[in-house]
């Protein structure tokens, strides 16, 4: 964990003014000349719409009080944000202008900040109201031990989301066990088990099984699968990618024997549309997706009603419970004192602990405040969710799961580094093409009628493996990302 921060004193005169955050005692702001703030972000749905929402209110109450403006532009994902602002704060022609304030990881913010783009966070705000924060979360935007670039908006973790409805009948009819989904290795057998009972079903007609789990987050699975066994593979401490043969090749054989098999898959952009088209009946992804989750499948060219079910993360055996602690924060780029004043403003306001909580219970993110847990309108608010539509229930669901994990279990975050965002693009893009791969040259075993043994044994996993280990020294090189094989 990263040191407590410390209060930054910065220096004053001229230079502070033209090119560094403001700390004068009086503020910058004029209510009769208002400051516009543009404010870059990738939510969408339900998130876009309680932004917008926010923005708002905040206009026409503190905003208008203080004269402050926030402009809200959604910049689509989040690859797509980070590319946009990595342009403008590189100054590519014909990029737009660098946002006052926009949605950033930390990876993220460690190469803006190279650049000279960003605000020191703690200019603006006082030991006293930093304190107010989940202290891993404020941590997670914390760099050189007293810098802090990212204040977080909301928080998530990630769970297992089941279609309770299909699980319960494989349960019933094939001999599911509820106990397998706590461990990968488990989730594996469980997987392989469905598929081996939807197979029986056509008997005519062998290798035609369905799949059952699916993973959103690829490059998450491998960094938090290495954390659970005792590797940080993102070593922020020392700057490097830590390949660690062992584990790797654990956390390898369970995707890529997988993939490869028809056990897990990824059929649609996200694996929650794979749920609705009824591809899958698991998938591990973000508590901030809860609202995602499909009420209904399409099945036979009707709507056919759904239970959920979340569960916590799986843990590889041997492992600690490790759980991944995520989600964007807010940075505020190098301005005038105004509108680094007046993109302070709004997140401190946005925060809040009432504010925040109104947030964060969209979709099923965690507030980031201390108190906003033992908050009475935050409890009320999860028994009414408890009572109400499927959706709503299944946000609820979600909480309960969350909170206990978060509270529970050792969260993590990778320490970035520069390269670190790049290491996590390897890590996922590497695997998911050999698992792709895998499942080509699979299907063409499958046809010939080849036994799951002979498979496996034609694919040679530790072939496969190494060639993985090649393609990720193969890059890092290329990038200059420092690493270590052991």
């Not at 339900?46 to 208008?64: H, P, Q």
């Not at 304190?131 to 297992?160: C, H, M, R, W």
């Not at 490097?240 to 997988?258: H, I, P, S, W």
Request: proline share 3%; hydrophobic share 40%; with cysteine.
């Amino acid at each position: 964990m990263k040191k407590m921060i410390k209060l930054v004193c910065l220096a004053m005169g001229l230079l502070m003014l033209l090119t560094a955050c403001s700390t004068g005692t009086k503020t910058a702001l004029d209510p009769k000349n208002p400051v516009s703030i543009t404010l870059w972000h990738y939510y969408v749905g339900d998130n876009k719409i309680a932004l917008e929402t926010a923005a708002d209110t905040f206009n026409k109450s503190v905003g208008s009080e203080k004269g402050v403006v926030i402009n809200t532009v959604a910049k689509g994902s989040i690859a797509e944000l980070e590319k946009a602002v990595t342009d403008s704060a590189k100054g590519v022609i014909n990029a737009e202008a660098m946002p006052e304030l926009f949605s950033c990881y930390p990876d993220k913010a460690l190469e803006i900040n190279a650049l000279g783009k960003l605000c020191d966070l703690n200019v603006y705000l006082s030991e006293e109201e930093k304190a107010l924060y989940v202290e891993e979360f404020l941590n997670d935007g914390l760099f050189d031990g007293d810098q802090l670039l990212v204040l977080p908006i909301v928080k998530s973790t990630e769970l297992l989301y089941v279609n309770e409805t299909a699980w319960n009948k494989f349960v019933l009819e094939g001999g599911g066990d509820a106990n397998k989904l706590n461990t990968w290795e488990g989730v594996y057998e469980a997987s392989r088990d469905y598929y081996k009972w939807t197979d029986n079903l056509t008997p005519e007609t062998i290798w035609d099984g369905k799949s059952m789990v699916g993973i959103d987050s690829v490059a998450n699975y491998v960094i938090i699968g290495n954390k659970q066994l005792g590797v940080e593979v993102i070593d922020g401490e020392n700057q490097q990618m830590v390949l660690n043969r062992e584990v790797m090749k654990k956390v390898f054989d369970t995707y890529y024997g997988a993939m490869s098999l028809g056990y897990f898959n990824a059929v649609g952009k996200f694996r929650s549309d794979d749920i609705k088209a009824g591809d899958l009946v698991a998938y591990v992804g973000s508590s901030s997706g809860a609202a995602y989750f499909p009420t209904w499948i399409e099945k036979d060219n009707t709507q056919a009603p759904i239970d959920f079910l979340a569960l916590s993360y799986p843990v590889f055996e041997g492992g600690n419970p490790d759980a991944i602690q995520q989600g964007a924060g807010m940075s505020i780029a190098n301005s005038t004192p105004e509108k680094q004043e007046g993109a302070a403003v709004f997140l401190k306001w946005f925060t809040s602990e009432a504010r925040n909580i109104e947030f964060a219970m969209t979709t099923g993110y965690l507030p980031v405040q201390t108190a906003a847990y033992e908050n009475a309108d935050f409890k009320a608010s999860l028994g009414n969710m408890r009572a109400g539509e499927a959706a709503q229930k299944n946000i609820a669901a979600v909480y309960d799961i969350a909170l206990n994990q978060i509270m529970e279990r050792d969260t993590y975050a990778s320490l970035p580094f520069n390269g670190s965002y790049e290491v996590r693009t390897i890590l996922e893009k590497s695997l998911e093409a050999m698992g792709e791969s895998g499942r080509q040259n699979a299907a063409t075993l499958k046809a010939q009628g080849l036994s799951e043994g002979e498979i496996l044994a034609q694919l040679d996993l530790n072939a496969q493996f190494e060639e993985w280990l090649s393609t990720i020294r193969s890059q890092l090189d290329e990038l200059g990302i420092s690493y270590t094989e052991i």
